[in-house]
């Protein structure tokens, strides 16, 4: 089990996250919802152990992960909203390169990467420079990255991101597939309709605290609303979207 204790992330005096509380358990997928700025990808970083919780605590199995953050780390995969990658490595070496630092032997990883690369279909180019990909082939090698050591924890900040609609639906297929055999999975998005299809439960966040935390059948009843979106909406979209839309037609449009 993976749980998160009152934790809470400021920038000088102000919190980015608020006091955020919840536990994932194995086998579940955990969908992170909120706007931009809201604070997924900072309770995400802390989750990965790159950023350090002002106060309150994180627990692996009951234990403070700041005790052991290196053996916590070797459980994680994680891919990151934005990518932080050598460009100058082929996707080939980057990958040998992460292998190597999570101890993989040689003789499993070699072959390990040559099949991610053509399940992913960069066969053919993964002997070039990552600086000459598209984004959609850096987050392939980005998510092969993640999964190079078969984690137990699965720690997902916009993953899609880039993707064409096939290789998407491969994800979603594979991030169900892990949570059946007892992966813990965090899936942070604000794209709606991806966690609706994928997670067993929704958390919501907005402005650094938790507004709704509950597994979306129970939150369409609770709120009587048929989507998700519908849901955010009401939980978490506080202006009149018609009336900014005019504003921004208002500012581009000549004055007469």
Do not use: W
């Not at 005790?67 to 932080?84: C, H, M, Q, T, W």
């Not at 080939?92 to 099949?115: F, Q, S, T």
């Not at 392939?140 to 137990?152: F, G, N, T």
């Not at 067993?200 to 979306?216: E, L, M, N, Q, T």
């Amino acid at each position: 089990m993976l749980e998160l204790r009152d934790v809470t992330k400021k920038y000088s005096v102000f919190p980015a996250v608020n006091k955020v509380s919840f536990r994932v358990e194995p086998g579940e997928v955990v969908g992170y919802l909120g706007p931009n700025g809201a604070g997924k990808s900072t309770t995400i970083k802390m989750l990965a152990g790159l950023l350090e919780p002002t106060s309150g605590a994180i627990e692996y199995r009951g234990t403070n992960i700041s005790k052991d953050l290196y053996s916590f780390k070797k459980r994680i995969g994680y891919v990151p909203e934005n990518a932080e990658i050598y460009p100058h490595l082929s996707a080939y070496d980057y990958l040998l390169m992460v292998g190597r630092l999570r101890h993989i032997p040689d003789r499993i990883l070699k072959p390990r990467i040559k099949e991610l690369m053509k399940s992913f279909e960069l066969s053919m180019e993964m002997d070039m420079a990552i600086s000459s990909y598209s984004k959609g082939m850096v987050q392939k090698v980005l998510i092969s990255s993640a999964l190079l050591h078969d984690p137990e924890i699965l720690l997902l900040d916009e993953p899609l991101s880039g993707l064409d609609v096939t290789t998407g639906r491969v994800i979603k297929d594979l991030v169900r597939m892990l949570a059946g055999s007892g992966r813990i999975i965090v899936y942070s998005s604000h794209v709606l309709e991806v966690v609706e299809k994928v997670c067993s439960r929704a958390i919501i966040i907005h402005k650094g605290s938790i507004v709704a935390d509950d597994s979306v059948a129970n939150l369409r009843k609770l709120m009587r609303l048929p989507s998700l979106e519908e849901i955010f909406s009401q939980l978490v979209v506080k202006e009149d979207t018609e009336a900014k839309a005019r504003e921004i037609l208002a500012a581009i449009r000549p004055q007469t």
